[in-house]
């Protein structure tokens, strides 16, 4: 037998090396169970923003104020919307009797506002509101968008005789900024 001297770095070496076999299979094997976790955490993800979409659209329908606030709310911190969502917070901004639904509708719509759908019904909801308020709200977001087409709507509504002074300045300001 050689001395125990002698063969202790080799037995070193083959600890090391145990150990390095050992560190890479436990690896390779708790990293497959955490992808597994990982898909159902993604799944869970995906479902709980459907449940939100679902309680906002739901808010969304109440006959309280309060309650289509929260749904607006609600809405505005939804990742990636559903078009039925979009499609509901344009109708809000449309037609809600609620000077503050419809303004919280455009500032939900500021989080939405790289969406094509939302771009081009700006310009066609800046010509349905009567509220000074909602309008400049509108205008800085149509400018915050960028969005060109909706130059004509505020070209509009500089000549509008029911406009009042400061919506006016605010769309002229709109048109120099965006073109």
Do not use: H
């Not at 009567?130 to 709200?137: C, D, G, H, K, L």
């Not at 400018?143 to 000549?159: H, I």
Request: hydrophobic fraction near 45%.
């Amino acid at each position: 037998l050689p001395e125990p001297r002698r063969l202790a770095p080799a037995m070193g070496l083959a600890a090391a090396a145990l150990v390095l076999v050992v560190g890479f299979g436990a690896g390779f094997f708790l990293g497959r169970g955490n992808n597994a976790a990982g898909r159902k955490l993604e799944q869970l993800s995906r479902e709980n923003g459907r449940l939100r979409q679902q309680a906002s659209l739901s808010l969304l329908e109440q006959p309280s104020a309060a309650a289509r606030l929260q749904g607006v709310s609600l809405a505005a911190r939804q990742d990636d919307p559903g078009d039925e969502l979009i499609r509901k917070l344009l109708d809000i901004l449309d037609n809600d009797p609620s000077v503050n639904v419809r303004l919280q509708a455009v500032d939900a719509l500021y989080m939405f506002s790289g969406r094509e759908e939302v771009r081009s019904a700006l310009s066609a909801s800046l010509e349905r509101q009567t509220s000074p308020m909602v309008q400049v709200a509108l205008i800085d977001l149509i400018v915050a968008a960028k969005e060109r087409r909706a130059a004509a709507a505020l070209r509009e509504l500089l000549q509008s005789e029911k406009a009042v002074p400061e919506v006016k300045q605010r769309a002229q300001s709109g048109i120099e900024r965006i073109l």
